[in-house]
């Protein structure tokens, strides 16, 4: 991860599709990649910044988007800064999502105010768990998932409920990643990579 750099996985919640908004977070060159989320969320955001003025002014223009009607776009923001990462996905790209036929995949907050090993612990006995991040915020871990199976999902979730020191546990399942890894789909459906400013920090 480079020294400096703010790394931030952000929620926002959406009036309607977002249709605007995510045009908008698409071309954006802080954000790296957006996942699509079924939820109390529309969207989980990874995004990076040169320092907290940057974060700041963002979040202020996210804010100031309004609809047609004059309603503002974006319902809620909840921002996480990346503490620590545990397990990190690697060579895995846009087209890797969409060869994915009947996959699950699903990102899984966990509140854990203590006993951070026993928790990571267990983590690391699922292949199906991609990611572990641990974030300040309104969560401790941020896990991502994937999974063909979606029992294996409900075992990782058993398992994870006998660890004493988890709290709670909230996952919102992935229907779509516009962008991912600084990529996306121009209008011919060919995938295009931004040339100035890419960074490529990323975890998810």
Excluded: C
Excluded at 85 to 90: D, G, I
Excluded at 115 to 122: E, M, P, S, Y
């Amino acid at each position: 991860m480079q020294k400096g750099i703010i790394h931030g996985l952000v929620f926002i919640q959406t009036w309607g599709d977002g249709a605007d908004l995510l045009r908008i977070l698409m071309h954006n060159r802080h954000v790296i990649s957006i996942f699509h989320i079924m939820g109390r969320h529309s969207y989980l955001i990874d995004v990076n910044f040169d320092d907290r003025d940057q974060l700041e002014e963002w979040i202020r223009q996210i804010k100031s988007l309004k609809l047609s009607s004059g309603v503002p776009s974006v319902i809620a923001i909840q921002s996480n800064k990346v503490i620590d990462v545990y397990k990190q996905k690697e060579d895995f790209t846009l087209s890797n999502y969409n060869e994915l036929k009947g996959g699950n995949h699903m990102f899984m907050m966990i509140d854990n105010p203590h006993g951070d090993d026993a928790l990571i612990a267990v983590l690391r006995t699922f292949p199906e768990v991609h990611t572990i991040l641990h974030v300040q915020g309104e969560h401790s871990f941020i896990v991502e998932i994937l999974t063909d199976e979606y029992d294996r999902y409900r075992g990782i979730l058993k398992k994870l409920k006998l660890v004493e020191s988890v709290w709670r546990i909230e996952t919102q399942e992935v229907i779509s990643v516009p962008k991912y890894r600084n990529h996306i789909f121009d209008q011919a459906g060919q995938l295009v990579k931004p040339q100035d400013d890419i960074r490529e920090l990323y975890v998810l």
